[in-house]
């Protein structure tokens, strides 16, 4: 089961996942799952026309494929955990939380190398067994189900694919974190310096600051 969870814009991505959905399943013989799981919004034409495109892919392929544009999606937590492989096509990702979601889950995942993704999303090899999912770095199609296949292949394999779970929930990064990442870049964008405070003051425990009165005067003579 691939799986996608967020907002159906243009910066998702989503498009790349309806146009390789149908090839993905008769190649693979109707054995895979799509899940897309995210409201979209119709006075959008991005989002109408993945909407549209969803309702076909559900009606014509029922047993594999669902969507509900139309809805606001509440099971993401349940997902997270109870898919194969996550799915983030993303055009640029600053940072990302979702992957982390995912990985918390034990859930790899398959996204675009751009930004937040590919410092944290790192194509998994079967000869070292390190990685904690599968990247693509042309935003195209083509590219898209190259990465599919590659983790399709290692899905197959059960004690690759075990250790790539292990991998992916050790590769979860804590939400302090990325949402430091995050505060630094608004500072940045501010021409300011962003100060974490929590490691100044545990300094300041290690370290005492320097106090005249803690030195007794040098005589010169």
Known sequence: MFSFVGRVTAQKGVHLILDIAEHIIHKFEYKVQFLVGGPANMREPYSAGCAHKMWALRHKYPNCFWAAPDDFFTDGALVNRGSDFGLMPSVFEPGGIVQHEFFV????????????LKDSVIEYLWDTQEGTGYTFESHTTGDFIFAMDRAIGTFRNKKQYNKLRENA??????????????LSEFYRLRGKIFIDYTIVNKLNKEFPPWRPEDYAPISII
Do not use: Y
């Not at 790899?108 to 751009?114: E, L, M, S």
């Open 169 to 182: 929930f050790r590769g979860t990064m804590d939400g302090e974190v990325v949402s430091k990442a995050w």
């Open 105 to 116: 889950g034990g859930t790899p995942v398959v996204a675009f190398k751009t930004g937040g």
